[in-house]
């Protein structure tokens, strides 16, 4: 954890008045298989069956930090980003996830 990241972890624990707001390590996102034809609503893909999936590890991501808040903040993500987004390191990237305490 650099120092930007418990700045960015206790700003935003300060700001909004909580201590369960926390930044784990980033991972790999990816790599996805969808449906080459899905039906409407229909999501399902069967493994034995290759020419009815497409696998596609040309759009991996890799995701520097996670910052993990609370479903309470849920209305406030936007605000979260753009405070993270002001405050990281250039050319690092980050998703928020939300979990239930």
């Known amino acids: 954890m650099t120092p930007q990241i418990a700045f960015i972890e206790r700003f935003l624990n300060t700001r909004y008045g909580h201590t369960d707001i926390f930044i784990g390590e ?7 298989i969808w449906n080459k034809e ?3 609503g229909e ?3 069967f493994v034995d069956e290759p020419d009815s999936f497409i696998f ?6 890799n995701v520097s ?3 993990n808040i ?9 605000h979260i980003a753009a405070i993270v987004q002001k ?3 250039p050319g690092k990237s980050f998703i928020i ?3 239930s305490t």
């Open 65 to 67: 930090f996670v910052v």
């Open 97 to 99: 996830q939300k979990y």
């Open 26 to 32: 980033g991972f790999n996102l990816g790599p996805w």
């Open 87 to 89: 405050y990281k390191l």
């Open 70 to 78: 609370p479903f309470t903040l849920q209305d406030e993500v936007q």
């Open 56 to 61: 596609n590890d040309i759009d991996i991501v």
């Open 38 to 40: 899905p039906k409407e």
């Open 43 to 45: 999501f399902d893909f």
